[in-house]
Each structure stands twice: as C-alpha cells, then as structure tokens.
C-alpha cells in the first residue's frame, strides 16, 4: 500500500471532502489536474499530499505515476479548538475551529486484459454482441 497522510489541516473536515469526493477513484494524472483547476481552498493541500504519495511511489516502490490510481482518499475530523465570540449582555457563544485529517492511499491500476482472460470467454462474446446491439 503506498500512503501518504496530512495531520492537523486547520480547516473543516466537511469542506475537504467536498474536495476529496472528486478526486476519488481517479487516475492519478486526472486527479492532478483536477486539483490543479479546482478553485477550492483543500485543493491545493490536496495537490501536495498526492504529489507525496506519488513520490513515495516512485521512491519506495518503484511505481511511476501512469500507473496508479487513488483507491482511498479518507477525510477525517482532527481536534476542535473551542473558542468563545463575545455577545450581547454579557453571553458568549462557542465557535468550534475543526480540524483535518486527510489519508491518501495509492494503488497499482488493474489492467483490464487481466480481468478479461480470467472471465469465461463466453460470458465476454455475449457482452460484446449486447453492446453493438445497443449501438
């Protein structure tokens, strides 16, 4: 498993995964892009803890980044610093500063000729005369 991991992100766990839900399940080239063009505040740590897992790839396992996948992005929540705002007469009102945790897990891409020569050749032949039927 090639990971990387990003502790104590001061923003909120629910903006970050807004973000991580578009990059999960994505080519890794894909997912670098995306981040890149991504007008959101997590993408660019975003970009960075996958240009680490990457690297780590590259460094650790031999791996280059054509052929890997994001198979896990998890977010999630870190420490809440608790501060108080000041109100009227004399209350105050909690505001909750969250935190985030963000876990990246890279995978090698499964090459689809492996899965097709593992199914029956059968069930392939029927797949293919059902899709050009559709056409």
Do not use: C, W
């Not at 997590?42 to 590259?58: E, F, Q, T």
């Not at 999630?76 to 909750?96: E, H, W």
């Not at 890279?106 to 032949?125: D, F, I, N, S, Y």
Request: proline share 4%; aromatic share 2%.
């Amino acid at each position: 498993m090639i990971t990387a991991s990003l502790k104590n992100y001061r923003q909120s766990p629910r903006k970050v995964r807004s973000v991580a839900n578009l990059v999960r399940g994505k080519s890794v080239e894909n997912a670098l892009n995306t981040l890149n063009f991504l007008s959101k505040k997590a993408a660019d740590p975003l970009h960075g803890l996958l240009m680490s897992a990457i690297a780590n790839a590259k460094n650790n396992f031999k791996i280059e980044k054509e052929n890997l996948v994001v198979k896990e992005l998890r977010v999630d929540a870190g420490q809440v610093l608790k501060r108080r705002m000041p109100r009227a007469r004399g209350n105050s009102y909690p505001i909750n500063k969250r935190m985030s945790h963000v876990l990246i897990v890279l995978a090698p891409r499964a090459e689809k000729a492996a899965k097709a020569e593992k199914a029956p050749e059968k069930l392939v032949e029927k797949k293919v005369k059902t899709v050009k039927a559709k056409k």
